[in-house]
């Protein structure tokens, strides 16, 4: 029987491709979204894809919409956590709000995910967990302590889990992608695109969402077994960790 993969903000940008790419390697996929029905439910028509509607800073939220799909599709194999959003600022200007926001969404929903998913896949001695963090976790972002924050928590999240899974077969990695071509980063203004990142950017170019979502097929595989509690960086040479 195929593998059951979920992946959370998986109906757009990274995540279609991330979706899309582990439906493709025989994986019965669910897609978790927040909020854009109307980009969901495309999503679905065009992908065959279930998509599910909750939102990952909430972990009874979290917790119901998993029951439904393990009902659904069967038991979690592979939990691909990579739900995020942005809400940039100076930190001069930033509000509890901006705060708060990206904590929650970025850095809670992993425990919100991962947790109700973890004893069945210790029970069944297989599991994945592959959580999108970002080459801004790594490095650090003017403008974007809330997220760096965030994201820096999440390699640090996945360094633990990893070592308490690692006899279970349940391996856990991050992957940390840089500027990719999504709306995310079309939100950046151009002139800040042009003038501090393009330029920082050794391959000359944004990354491709499907570039990413290779690495999660990969990491997802049985081949990536021995692979667990590493940062697997996807920037195009903009940051050597
Ligand atoms: N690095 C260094 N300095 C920067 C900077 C950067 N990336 N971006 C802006 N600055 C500087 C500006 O040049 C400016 O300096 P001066 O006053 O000396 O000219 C100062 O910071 C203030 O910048 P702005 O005028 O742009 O301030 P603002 O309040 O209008 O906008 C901002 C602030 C929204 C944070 C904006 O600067 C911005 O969008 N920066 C980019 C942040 C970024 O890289 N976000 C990544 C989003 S994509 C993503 O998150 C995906 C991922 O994982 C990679």
Redesign the pocket.
Known sequence: MAKVAVVTGGSRGIGAAISKALKAAGYSVAASYAGNDEAAAKFKDETGIPVYKWDVSNYDACAAGLKQIEADLGPVDVLVNNAGI?K???FH?MTPDQWNGVINTNLNSLFNMTRPVWEGMRNRKFGRIICIS???GQKG????AN?SAA?AGEIGFVKALAQEGARAGITVNAIT????GTE??RA??QD?LD???LPFIPVGRLGEPEEIARCVVFLASDDAGFITGSTLSANGGQYMA
């Open positions: 942005t940039d600022a100076m200007r970002s080459i801004n972002q003017a403008g974007q997220y994201k992608p840089g500027y990719i995310m980063v950046i203004a800040v003038k501090h990142i």
